[in-house]
């Protein structure tokens, strides 16, 4: 099966760099997303990692080690409407397959 | 900019009925998905569909739901009988057929069942 931790909640103030973690365990690995997703609303693509390395798109850096089932997410230059949940879902099997985990709650304060 | 569309954005059912959703994937794409989330809990995958057939399904799949491309543009998921626990937001996801590229997830349905 696969596994997938993220801290719950973050919180963090306009302007800053925040990182958030993910680890997860899985036999099959075929890459890992970062979605955005605020309340009631669907998740919106963020960045895919499939090497080694850090990806980065604008205000969002994604980082991924595949030895250590690792990965994490860099938003730098926060605003508020950047609060919302972050998901991590990894992408298994030949049927494209997402299995998501529980997210982390990012608030950003003034 | 293209984007996945869903009907309705909120059903309501009676526990034991059947219920249709629907959703219009982006017309070039070729790999579609329902996923679900309740309320307060992680998403969670149900089906993908590729080539007018089912790739990949959940255990709980078989059990309640399936699935329709009844024309070129709509996919549709059915769920029979319906339970209290299946009250969830229902999303509709399509991607290009490789598997790296981002799965465009639709606004979803909100399903409250009675």
């Known amino acids: 099966g696969q596994n997938i931790d993220q801290p719950t909640e973050m919180t963090a103030t306009e302007g800053a760099i925040v990182q958030i973690n993910c680890t997860y365990q899985?036999?099959?690995?075929?890459?890992l997303f970062w979605y955005q997703q605020h309340a009631g609303e669907a998740p919106t693509f963020l960045s895919y990692n499939v090497l080694d390395g850090l990806e980065e798109k604008g205000r969002f850096s994604s980082f991924l080690s595949r030895s250590k089932g690792y990965s994490y997410l860099l938003l730098k230059e926060l605003q508020m409407k950047d609060s919302a949940s972050y998901l991590c879902p990894i992408l298994t099997g030949g049927g494209n397959k997402l299995t998501f985990g529980t997210g982390t709650q990012l608030k950003v304060e003034l | 900019e293209p984007e996945v569309t869903q009907t309705p954005s909120h059903q309501v059912t009676q526990m034991g009925q059947e219920v249709i959703l629907r959703c219009v994937p982006i017309?070039?794409?070729?790999?579609f998905y329902w996923y679900r989330q309740i309320l307060g809990q992680k998403v969670e995958f149900l089906v993908s569909?590729?080539?007018?057939?089912?790739?990949?399904k959940s255990e709980i799949f078989d059990d309640q739901f399936s699935v329709e491309r009844p024309d070129g543009s709509n996919f549709t998921l059915k769920i029979r009988s319906t339970k209290l626990e299946d009250s969830a937001m229902y999303f509709c996801?399509?991607?290009?057929?490789?598997?790296?590229?981002?799965?465009?997830f639709g606004p979803g349905t909100r399903l409250t069942v009675t």
């Open positions: 017309s070039n794409h070729l790999y």
């Open positions: 899985t036999s099959g690995f075929n890459g």
């Open positions: 996801a399509s991607s290009e057929p490789q598997g790296g590229y981002e799965q465009y």
């Open positions: 569909f590729y080539n007018n057939e089912i790739s990949e």
